[in-house]
């Protein structure tokens, strides 16, 4: 059966500590693994699409990279305002599969 | 990016009554849409994914004929919840998907049914 699993559930930082969160995954024919930030009461952002393992993008504050099995969002020296639930979603053949999210939380 | 228009963002509707949400493809052709529900603080569960001009494929679980869910061009889906029911009150989000691989979402709309 096709899964993602995103770990922590939930991760409170100081403002400007650094670290990473966890998208495993075990699907057939995986096709792209996305990374969605999502406010409250809104609609996921896109934030990346990595295809391939090895395979590293970066933007502002965020990194993410990708193996076989799973992926890691690095987040650097954080601030509140990338306080939100962090999605990791993986393409197999023809469906998205979300995992359940990780709740960030940086502390001013 | 892509930019991917869902309406309305809020509804409130008595139950019984239907409601329809609309997805449209602002300027990009939408093979695939997908439509998903979310409950508080929990993820995005797929519900149906559909293609221009052929039926939607249901996830199981989902009851197709309390979902409608129209696919009736490149540009737009809409989504009907018929006959609504306290328990349908969520968040339901749509995504756009182009030939490429990047699947883009609307807004979300937030469905209250009292």
């Known amino acids: 059966e096709d899964q993602v699993t995103q770990s922590p559930e939930a991760l409170r930082l100081q403002e400007g500590e650094s670290s990473s969160l966890n998208c495993s995954y075990t699907?057939?024919?995986?096709?792209?693994l996305f990374w969605y930030r999502q406010d409250p009461g809104k609609g996921p952002e896109f934030l990346f699409t990595l295809y391939s393992a090895g395979e590293e993008k970066e933007k502002e504050r965020l990194k993410a990279t990708l193996t076989k099995k799973e992926s890691f969002l690095h987040i650097t020296a954080p601030k509140p305002e990338d306080s939100a639930t962090y999605l990791c979603?993986?393409?197999?053949?023809?469906?998205?599969?979300f995992g359940k999210g990780t709740r960030l939380h940086i502390l001013p | 990016g892509a930019v991917v228009s869902q309406h309305p963002s809020r509804v409130i509707c008595k139950s019984g009554t239907s409601v329809k949400i609309e997805c449209r493809s602002l300027d990009f052709q939408a093979t695939t849409m997908f439509w998903y529900r979310q409950f508080p603080k929990q993820s995005l569960m797929l519900m149906a994914t559909s293609n221009e001009g052929s039926k939607a494929t249901y996830e199981q679980g989902v009851e197709k004929d309390k979902f409608l869910i129209n696919h009736a061009s490149l540009t737009l889906s809409t989504l009907t919840v018929t006959s609504a029911h306290p328990e349908d009150s969520s968040f339901y989000i749509c995504?756009?998907?182009?030939?490429?691989?990047?699947?883009?979402f609307g807004q979300g709309t937030r469905l209250t049914v009292v």
């Open positions: 995504s756009a998907r182009d030939h490429g691989r990047y699947a883009f």
């Open positions: 699907v057939s024919g995986l096709r792209g």
């Open positions: 979603a993986v393409q197999a053949d023809d469906k998205i599969i």
